[in-house]
């Protein structure tokens, strides 16, 4: 679209014979300078939401603007000089069009049940009686928590999947699945998830803490 839009304002003559139809200007080209500037917009408009990742806005745009290729190929069909070769390119990008705002239409519902089965929180093992709070969460991509401690207990962190960075007083420790770190009481600490995907982390804490376990 960007290309289409700036071959218009630029060399509207060639333009003109690349969408399919002849059109007697007679040195004016303020048609094909309006349809430029709006296939330039249309083209970064769509660029944008890409490079934004508006995955949903730009399934609506694609899908909604099929009619805009569908348009120019009856318009081009319907001048007597032309044929199926000249409709070519616009019968291509409306197959484009069509199927690409399908997916990413559909790819938004399948993100979105993703996402609503994330940040869940399982009490494995409760603190009564008397034993150790078990605790299993999922972590956001980017979320993490500001320096905090506990007098109460410890608190040891396992990751079941993903990788998880964990503060602990003057060290900064970067965990992968498998591996396990232990907060002791009134130890400085933080953890974030700084990679881009989701990170599964079993908590032990000991002993046990109800307050803790309501208010996780």
Partial sequence: MIFIGARFLLSPEMAEAGYGIHFSEQGDYSF????GIRDLF???????????????????????????????????LGKDYNGIT???????????????GIYFLINRKKQKANND???????????????????????????????HYHNL????????DGELEVG??????QLK????????????????NISNDECLVKVTLTPGNKNFEKHF
């Fill in 86 to 100: 000249q409709a070519i390119p616009h019968i291509s990008a409306i197959i484009i069009c069509f199927s690409c």
């Fill in 153 to 160: 207990f410890s608190e040891s962190f396992e990751v079941m």
């Fill in 177 to 192: 699945a498998g591996e396990i770190v232990t907060i002791q009481p009134d130890e400085k600490h933080y953890f974030n």
């Fill in 117 to 147: 089965n994330r940040g869940f929180i399982k009490i494995i093992q409760s603190a009564s009686p008397g034993k150790d709070s078990v605790i299993e969460f999922s972590i956001g991509p980017n979320e993490k928590t500001p320096w």
């Fill in 168 to 173: 602990k007083n003057n060290e900064v420790l």
């Fill in 42 to 76: 249309s083209g970064l408009l769509i660029c944008t939401l890409v490079l934004s990742r508006q995955t949903k806005a730009l399934g609506i745009t694609l899908f909604i603007g099929t009619m805009i290729p569908l348009a120019d190929m009856l318009i081009v």
């Fill in 32 to 35: 094909h300078y309006i349809k």
